[in-house]
């Protein structure tokens, strides 16, 4: 019941209905922000409590929040904004959960019912501008359908991982159930809240055929996914029990531990040697959870007897031509099938592939042990790895940070996500925001970069509101140094529109409410991690970093390290600074690239 109610204050409006359903659904956290056509949604967030409310500086961010929230719980949270404008800034956020498959359930306002269409101020149909991006879209026509059509947003979300929105007419928020009438099919008590939750496993035959191919294979190599997110006591069981190394791609950071002895970390370019040796060697290859976009570091077709496990039929055989398709959940999957395989005696190919690991590593260290300045990426992430506190939550942007964050060790227990597939700038906070809210108790780091932290100061303003103790950590290089990689290194170019105007990032968050530090000296980061970690409250580290510093150079392929020297040599600017730190000698001992084209790269040094 609301306040209003227990207040004498009037019959339950449809705005009351759908915010008491979201609760019986056990959605109890909102984020988002107020406005002209939303604000009779606004009244029931006031007189309903058991809501809590979390006001964004920005409706994408709100969004990316519940992406957050929902990454690292499973449930999800609603995000709230006007018609118009409002509804507009949401969509990034909902397209990163409908790809990633994060569920979440928006709320959008829409001109009044008998105004729509009629060139009204903000009218734009939402509910057509969000179908795209949310799997159910619906306008709530009144009270009599504000139950229905919120069961059926929540239930779908939940089954199918991702967004579910629904649309309300401003003045149909505020209509009360004495103001509509339901139809004869809108039988009272037909409703529930019946339970959803299933496990998928395929039948026995398939999973005999892929314990066939795969016992049949020398060199098996696993790549993991989101999809095996929860799943990695028995994904380490798996590789132990076929010597099989466990390549991780982006959005499996987490499936396993970085100092887990089977994986070799990252793939694509900003993984490591290990993992891209292991795809080349390898003749047995398991996918789970996983169609990432960087399959072209996959085993050539026809190399490798391929086994693929996936939630989504509809993923199976779209990134490699695997003999055996899995549809399932990836525990229950890899729990059934590992019975059915047996022990490898041959432990060289893990040896091997354990061998380089701990080489590349080596070359980490290396680099984080340099005392110049700027000071390299990889002191931050070396110090910040052994900083991170237990059972921590760390989340990732897009930029070179997705390649340092890549870099941070993960210890078991510890939980990380970024936007994978979309790769939206400036995810990392309300990403962190999000997870925050969930986990109240848990230390949570946004790991982000200056261009893409330049996206979303605002929010650091929420932190500082609810007193949302995250760490914020951003590596300050002045430069989108991202698209200067891809843009040598890809397309063989020098670089435009680059660079960034420098920003005090320390002095914002100050400005804001935080308590701030800043990084200049590598001799620091030891001290001011330690002590970021232990101020009990929300802080901000800027790191100004070494905007050159390779991000991918163990793991560039012989046609990237030919674009650079192409690059170059029609005169980019910072050849020589990137030149040095590509040509650093252990680095070139990982890369067989590099050690192609060294001649070509080393004239600019």
Same mark, same amino acid.
């Given at each position: 019941?609301?306040?209003?109610?227990?207040? $004498?204050?009037?019959?339950?409006?449809?705005?009351?209905?759908? *915010?008491?359903?979201? =609760?019986?659904?056990?959605?109890?956290?909102?984020?988002?922000?107020?406005?002209?056509?939303?604000?009779?949604?606004?009244?029931?967030?006031?007189?309903?409590?058991?809501?809590?409310?979390?006001?964004?500086?920005?409706?994408?961010?709100?969004?990316?929040?519940?992406?957050?929230?929902?990454?690292?719980?499973? !449930?999800?949270?609603?995000?709230?904004?006007?018609?118009?404008?409002?509804?507009?800034?949401?969509?990034?956020?909902?397209?990163?959960?409908?790809?990633?498959?994060?569920?979440?359930? +928006?709320?959008? $306002?829409?001109?009044?019912?008998?105004?729509? @269409?009629?060139?009204?101020?903000?009218?734009?149909?939402?509910?057509?501008?969000?179908?795209?991006?949310?799997?159910?879209?619906? &306008?709530?026509?009144?009270?009599?359908?504000?139950?229905?059509?919120?069961?059926?947003?929540?239930?779908?979300?939940?089954?199918?991982?991702?967004?579910?929105?629904? +649309?309300?007419?401003?003045?149909?928020?505020?209509?009360?159930?004495?103001?509509?009438?339901?139809?004869?099919?809108?039988?009272?008590?037909?409703?529930?809240?019946?339970?959803?939750?299933?496990?998928?496993?395929?039948?026995?035959?398939?999973?005999?055929?892929?314990?066939?191919?795969?016992?049949?294979?020398?060199?098996?190599?696993?790549?993991?996914?989101?999809?095996?997110?929860?799943?990695?006591?028995?994904?380490?069981?798996?590789?132990?029990?076929?010597?099989?190394?466990?390549?991780?791609?982006?959005?499996?950071?987490?499936?396993?531990?970085?100092?887990?002895?089977? %994986? %070799?970390? @990252?793939?694509?370019?900003?993984?490591? &040697?290990?993992?891209?040796?292991?795809?080349?060697?390898?003749?047995?290859?398991?996918?789970?959870?996983?169609?990432?976009?960087?399959?072209?570091?996959?085993?050539?077709?026809?190399?490798?007897?391929?086994?693929?496990?996936?939630?989504?039929?509809?993923?199976?055989?779209?990134?490699?031509?695997?003999?055996?398709?899995? *549809?399932?959940?990836?525990?229950?999957?890899?729990?059934?099938?590992?019975?059915?395989?047996?022990?490898?005696?041959? !432990?060289?190919?893990?040896?091997?592939?354990?061998?380089?690991?701990?080489?590349?590593?080596?070359?980490?260290?290396?680099?984080?042990?340099?005392?110049?300045?700027?000071?390299?990426?990889?002191?931050?992430?070396?110090?910040?790895?052994?900083?991170?506190?237990?059972?921590?939550?760390?989340?990732?942007?897009?930029?070179?940070?997705?390649?340092?964050?890549?870099? =941070?060790?993960?210890?078991?227990?510890?939980?990380?996500?970024?936007?994978?597939?979309?790769?939206?700038?400036?995810?990392?906070?309300?990403?962190?925001?999000?997870?925050?809210?969930?986990?109240?108790?848990?230390? *949570?780091?946004?790991?982000?970069?200056?261009?893409?932290?330049?996206?979303?100061?605002?929010?650091?303003?929420?932190?500082?509101?609810?007193?949302?103790?995250?760490?914020?950590?951003? =590596?300050?290089?002045?430069?989108?140094?991202?698209?200067?990689?891809?843009?040598?290194?890809?397309? $063989?170019?020098?670089?435009?529109?680059?660079?960034?105007?420098?920003?005090?990032?320390?002095?914002?968050?100050?400005?804001?409410?935080?308590?701030?530090?800043?990084?200049?000296?590598?001799?620091?980061?030891?001290?001011?991690?330690?002590?970021?970690?232990?101020?009990?409250?929300?802080?901000?580290?800027?790191?100004?970093?070494?905007?050159?510093?390779?991000?991918?150079?163990?793991?560039?392929?012989?046609?990237?390290?030919?674009?650079?020297?192409?690059?170059?040599?029609?005169?980019?600017?910072?050849?020589?600074?990137?030149?040095?730190?590509? =040509?650093?000698?252990?680095?070139?001992?990982?890369?067989?690239?590099?050690?192609?084209?060294?001649?070509?790269?080393?004239?600019?040094?």
């Amino acid at each position: 019941m609301s306040a209003r109610s227990e207040a $004498g204050g009037g019959s339950k409006t449809t705005s009351d209905l759908v *915010v008491e359903r979201l =609760l019986e659904w056990g959605v109890d956290t909102c984020f988002g922000i107020c406005g002209d056509q939303i604000n009779g949604f606004f009244e029931a967030l006031r007189t309903h409590p058991q809501m809590r409310f979390v006001h964004g500086r920005h409706e994408e961010a709100a969004a990316l929040a519940c992406v957050g929230y929902a990454k690292f719980t499973g !449930r999800p949270a609603v995000c709230v904004a006007t018609a118009g404008p409002g509804a507009v800034h949401l969509l990034n956020g909902l397209y990163d959960a409908r790809i990633d498959g994060a569920p979440v359930i +928006a709320v959008t $306002g829409l001109s009044y019912h008998d105004t729509i @269409g009629a060139h009204f101020l903000q009218d734009l149909p939402s509910d057509r501008l969000l179908e795209h991006a949310c799997l159910f879209s619906e &306008r709530v026509m009144g009270p009599a359908h504000a139950v229905p059509a919120t069961d059926l947003a929540v239930r779908s979300a939940l089954m199918n991982r991702t967004p579910s929105h629904l +649309a309300i007419p401003i003045d149909v928020q505020s209509f009360t159930l004495e103001q509509d009438t339901p139809s004869p099919k809108n039988v009272p008590g037909h409703l529930s809240l019946a339970g959803q939750r299933f496990t998928v496993v395929p039948p026995e035959d398939q999973l005999r055929r892929a314990a066939e191919v795969l016992n049949g294979c020398r060199r098996v190599a696993i790549c993991a996914g989101a999809g095996a997110r929860g799943a990695g006591d028995l994904l380490e069981q798996v590789a132990d029990v076929l010597g099989a190394p466990i390549v991780k791609a982006g959005l499996g950071k987490d499936c396993v531990p970085d100092d887990s002895p089977y %994986t %070799t970390g @990252g793939m694509g370019l900003i993984g490591t &040697r290990a993992s891209h040796e292991a795809f080349e060697r390898c003749d047995g290859f398991l996918v789970v959870g996983s169609s990432t976009p960087y399959y072209e570091f996959w085993p050539e077709p026809g190399q490798a007897r391929g086994v693929q496990i996936d939630l989504n039929a509809d993923r199976i055989g779209m990134r490699y031509p695997v003999e055996v398709g899995l *549809v399932g959940h990836a525990d229950a999957v890899l729990a059934s099938l590992l019975p059915l395989l047996g022990r490898k005696s041959d !432990r060289s190919f893990l040896e091997q592939a354990q061998d380089t690991y701990r080489r590349w590593w080596d070359l980490i260290g290396e680099q984080a042990a340099g005392s110049g300045t700027p000071m390299r990426p990889q002191v931050v992430t070396w110090e910040l790895s052994k900083a991170l506190p237990d059972n921590a939550i760390v989340t990732g942007d897009a930029g070179t940070v997705t390649a340092w964050g890549g870099r =941070l060790r993960l210890r078991r227990g510890m939980q990380y996500s970024f936007s994978g597939t979309l790769c939206t700038m400036g995810s990392a906070l309300p990403y962190a925001i999000g997870a925050q809210c969930a986990h109240p108790d848990r230390p *949570v780091i946004a790991f982000t970069g200056d261009g893409s932290m330049s996206m979303g100061m605002g929010e650091l303003a929420t932190l500082a509101q609810y007193g949302l103790p995250v760490k914020v950590v951003v =590596l300050r290089n002045n430069a989108l140094a991202l698209e200067v990689w891809e843009q040598t290194a890809l397309l $063989g170019n020098p670089q435009m529109g680059c660079e960034l105007h420098p920003v005090d990032f320390a002095a914002v968050a100050r400005a804001c409410g935080l308590k701030a530090f800043r990084i200049d000296e590598p001799a620091d980061a030891a001290g001011v991690f330690a002590e970021a970690m232990a101020f009990d409250g929300p802080c901000l580290i800027e790191a100004v970093t070494d905007p050159d510093e390779a991000p991918f150079g163990e793991s560039l392929q012989p046609a990237h390290a030919a674009h650079l020297a192409e690059a170059f040599g029609k005169g980019e600017p910072a050849a020589g600074g990137m030149a040095r730190n590509l =040509l650093q000698e252990k680095r070139v001992a990982l890369s067989p690239a590099l050690q192609q084209h060294y001649d070509d790269l080393a004239r600019y040094r």
